[in-house]
């Protein structure tokens, strides 16, 4: 079956480091990729997306690339800003139009 | 970019009320869309698929007499929560996938959820 496996948080980082948030994913097909954000009291917002081994998403400094041989899709930001916080989820999607949700991953970035 | 409009975004009632959430596609069309339930702290979890002109389709365990769901146009479900009692205090989100090609490639617009609590 389909799954997205993300690192648990809470993740907290100082002003400026660098992020990454793994996310691996067991698909039966050739599933598209997301990340999506969750500000605080909001709704879920597309971060970035990949629907392709080796296609690299991007979006607002962060980068996240669609890795088949490992089935992987890691989000990355080199240097966050304490906006960044928030929680990420990781998804997937295959034909047929259902989603498959990590389990979100909560940053806290702290000046 | 597309926009998905779910009302009312916070809602605060008694035991025993029926409270209906709607979900919108402002600027596509949408034959299916998507309700989640999401616990604090936790991921969202499908509650079930809605389907222009047809019935729901709802994931195991959920309760179709208890989560009624309606989708009479392109643009619009609503989902009904009956009868509600404190354990349906929840964060409910909608979303929606634009048809207008791509197919699974097409990433879904989500509403900003609706804060449903119940006393």
């Known amino acids: 079956g389909n799954s997205v496996t993300q690192m648990e948080g809470p993740v907290t980082l100082s002003e400026e480091a660098f992020l990454t948030i793994n996310c691996t994913y067991t698909a039966t097909g050739y599933p598209s990729l997301f990340w999506y954000v969750q500000y605080p009291g909001e709704g879920l917002q597309l971060l970035l997306k990949?629907?392709?081994?080796?296609d690299k998403g991007s979006n607002k400094g962060f980068e996240a690339t669609y890795r088949k041989e490992t089935t992987s899709f890691h989000l990355e930001k080199g240097s966050v800003q304490v906006s960044d916080s928030a929680v990420y989820f990781c998804?997937?999607?295959?034909?047929?139009?259902?989603?498959?949700f990590g389990t979100g991953t909560s940053l806290t970035v702290i000046p | 970019g597309a926009v998905v409009s779910q009302h009312p975004s916070r809602v605060i009632c008694k035991s025993g009320t029926s409270v209906k959430i709607e979900c919108r596609s402002l600027?596509?069309?949408?034959?299916?869309m998507f309700w989640y339930r999401q616990f604090p702290k936790q991921s969202l979890m499908l509650m079930a698929t809605?389907?222009?002109?047809?019935?729901?389709?709802?994931e195991q365990g959920v309760e179709k007499d208890k989560f009624l769901i309606n989708h009479a146009s392109l643009t619009l479900s609503t989902l009904t929560v009956t009868s509600a009692h404190p354990e349906d205090s929840s964060f409910y989100i909608c979303s929606a996938r634009d048809q207008g090609g791509g197919g699974s490639n097409q990433p879904q617009h989500f509403g900003d959820g609706t804060r449903l609590s119940i006393l």
């Open positions: 600027d596509f069309q949408a034959t299916t």
């Open positions: 809605s389907n222009e002109g047809s019935k729901a389709t709802y």
């Open positions: 998804a997937l999607s295959e034909p047929g139009n259902q989603f498959y």
């Open positions: 990949a629907t392709k081994a080796d």
